[in-house]
Structure formats: structure tokens, C-alpha cells
Nanobody, 120 residues
Framework: QVQLVESGGGLVQAGGSLILSCAAS????????MGWFRQAPGKEREFVAS????????YYAESVKGRFTISRDNAKNTVYLQMNSLNPEDTAVYYC?????????????WGQGTQVTVSS
């Protein structure tokens, strides 16, 4: 299976920024749509952002649009999530995902998650 390892989480003040990274191994990275999901305590897991492998089209949840940017570096088999203007509502465990094919859809593979905590 594809192995996904997230990094970059931590504690940040409201209004601050973080960059999450997801390193993929075990399969061909360029043939996967990559995504980020998150789950806050007591809440359902929700979609955050994705990037398709074909045209590298990007999609964002309305709650993060304009603040978060997803990107991928195929040479490094790595996907990133640049998070700006962080709000305490962004506090969650963030999961990297990979889906074989054009769009993320229902992910085939999940990372173990990285904690992001935004203090007020």
C-alpha cells in the first residue's frame, strides 16, 4: 500500500501560519489525486482541500478557501498544505489522503494524521 506520512503540525496563535507536508511512498505518486481532511474533537471528519493529478486542479472547502493552499511536488512525492490566517476553528487532526485516479473522491489511502492546534 501507499504510505503517507504527515508532518508540520503544531501549536500556533490565531492569525498565524503553518505548512503541512505529506510524504508518499510505495506507489507512483503522479497517478494519485492527493487531499487533506481534518477531524476536530467531537466533530465529523471533513474535507479540506485536494489536488487532482491530471491538470492539478485544486478544490477547497468553503471554510478554508482563500486561506489555505494545496500544492504538490511530484519530484519529491510530497503534497503540501499552506495554512494562513489560522483560526481556533481550524484546530483538528489533519490527514493526508491519496486516491488512485483523477479526483480524490473517497480516498484509498490515509496518513496517520498530524495535530494542528490554534490558540485564541
Amino acid at each position: 500500500q501507499v504510505q503517507l506520512v504527515e508532518s508540520g503540525g503544531g501549536l500556533v496563535q490565531a492569525g498565524g501560519s503553518l505548512i503541512l507536508s505529506c510524504a508518499a511512498s510505495g506507489r507512483t505518486f503522479s497517478n494519485y489525486a492527493m487531499g487533506w481532511f481534518r477531524q476536530a474533537p467531537g466533530k465529523e471528519r471533513e474535507f479540506v482541500a485536494s489536488i487532482d493529478w491530471g491538470r492539478a486542479l485544486k478544490y477547497y472547502a468553503e471554510s478554508v478557501k482563500g486561506r489555505f493552499t494545496i500544492s504538490r511536488d511530484n519530484a519529491k512525492n510530497t503534497v503540501y498544505l499552506q495554512m494562513n490566517s489560522l483560526n481556533p476553528e481550524d484546530t483538528a487532526v489533519y490527514y493526508c489522503t491519496a486516491t488512485k485516479g483523477l479526483r480524490v473522491g473517497v480516498p484509498d489511502y490515509w496518513g496517520q494524521g498530524t495535530q494542528v492546534t490554534v490558540s485564541s
